[in-house]
Nanobody
């Protein structure tokens, strides 16, 4: 079992920045893919970024490319989502998720989820 806890959400003005953290605990090892997803009210959950822990290879979705980056601290078992130049359309609940052995773009392929952290971008 893997437990995930997100933190770092909040309210920010357009153009601002936030850094989300996802701390993993439980039965973890480097063969996991860690993903960030978001879901706005009335919309489907969508992928934002993902990173394969063992190799550090990462992928940023087109909707946030150039503004968001995903990094990790393997010693702390923590994955970060640095968000810059935030826009009102980035407002959503942000979730961290994990799946074993390979990354996937689909949230349905992830087995473990955190409770989420709210990000609100508004003037």
């Amino acid at each position: 079992q893997v437990q995930l806890v997100e933190s770092g959400g909040g309210s920010v003005q357009p153009g601002g920045s936030l850094r989300l953290s996802c701390a993993a605990s439980g039965t973890t090892h480097s063969g996991y893919c860690m993903g960030w997803f978001r879901q706005a009210p009335g919309k489907e959950r969508e992928g934002v970024a993902r990173i394969y822990v063992r190799s550090g290879m990462s992928y940023i979705h087109d909707s946030v490319k150039g503004r968001f980056t995903i990094t990790q601290d393997t010693a702390k078992k923590t994955v970060y989502l640095q968000m810059s130049s935030l826009k009102p359309e980035d407002t959503a609940m942000y979730y961290c998720a994990a799946r074993m052995w390979s990354c996937s773009i689909s949230p349905d392929d992830y087995n473990y989820w955190g409770p989420g952290t709210q990000v609100t971008v508004s003037s």
